[in-house]
């Protein structure tokens, strides 16, 4: 079977030997299954683990399901033979009730085994499992492909080049370590914004990355938001008023990248305040959208109660709003482009919007080790332009470095002693 790389797999392998469960969250299809064939085949081949000490369960098989929950004392002990340790992998963990209460009781009664779950909901494995397993459980988050998984894919040699200078923007963000800017003439850009395109247009799932024709993307994209929303959110945590909960979603896909006024979308879905707020939690503990919040030190002059919606995959977003345009065409390319970068982003360090009651605004704040202001500014630049927003925020916080995310430019400028880059989008 071709498997796409993931980069979560190494994270992982690193704590395989350890005693603690592993738990693999993320949102449907995003890989979960995939990762958990991944380790086997690591477990078999790197690790000499024999085959049957390696148990894989699906909790979607009703009869093995039946049988955990009854008596997972049982359960587990059928499959023990000898003193070797054995790995059991279990897909689709949420589905079982109480689920923290039955592996808190194997992992006290069984020293010789590993466990590794996977659950797409993150408010059952958040809030009802891990309150049971403090000290016990590791937990990782498995989001659809970013950019250099895609990447791997589709052209490796071009995702070894994205790679090399991704790495050192990085380093940038998280540790503050000096960039210094490509200076030669970049022959690869045009072939990453090819693939970006295509990236930001159906999204990161694996399965709709793999399919070959714009019309099975669109299919499978169809089919992962009905399943996905019908079955694991609407039907597992009990929504009752599913046209109002799917409205929902829909104003939000039409409100990406913008201020969300929760008492105006109560009012536009026939709704109300707590409500609205609840099915935002649900939404976002689900892997549906992000929500970052303004940045601000000064409580008089600057935003602190609002925050920005964002989708966690934009394919799943393009499909809810009907819009497959290449990006350079569309009226909303601008908070497509944030959107991509929130997302490759997301996991390295805390994030943020600024803004001030007089409208000045800069699209992120990254905080590493130091707070880095971001500016989105997709268009063919030929200069070290700036903004006043951007211009305001360095000097008012004395940023040692920022950057302006450009189409295609590399630059650099200084001013007030920070350091300003000019980055292409492709490489974030």
Known sequence: MEYIPRVLLNEIIEYIDRREIIAIKGPRQSGKTTILKMLKDFLINEKNVDEDHIIYLTFEDNEILYKFSENPKDFIRKYIIDSKRYYFLIDEAQYCKDLGKKLELIYDLFENIKIIITGSLSLELKNETAKYLVGRLLEFELYPLNFYEFLLYKDQKIAKIYREWNEKILNLLVNNIDLEIKKDVDIYINDLLKYLNEYIKFGGYPAIVKAKSEKEKIFLLKN???????????????????????????????LNGSLINITQLANEINSYFKEIAYLLDILEQTYIIRRIRPFHKNLVTELKKESKIYFVDMGLRNYLINNFNDIEVRNDFGTLIENFILNELYQYGKINFWRTKNKAEVDFIFEGKEIIPIEVKFSIIKKNILTRSLYSFIKNYNSKFSIIVTKNYWGERIINNSKIKYIPVAYF
Request: hydrophobic share 50%; no cysteine.
């Open 224 to 254: 992962l938001i009905n399943t996905y929303l019908d079955r694991d959110i609407v039907s597992f945590l009990n929504i009752r008023d599913t046209i109002k909960f799917r409205r929902l979603i829909m104003a939000l896909s039409s």
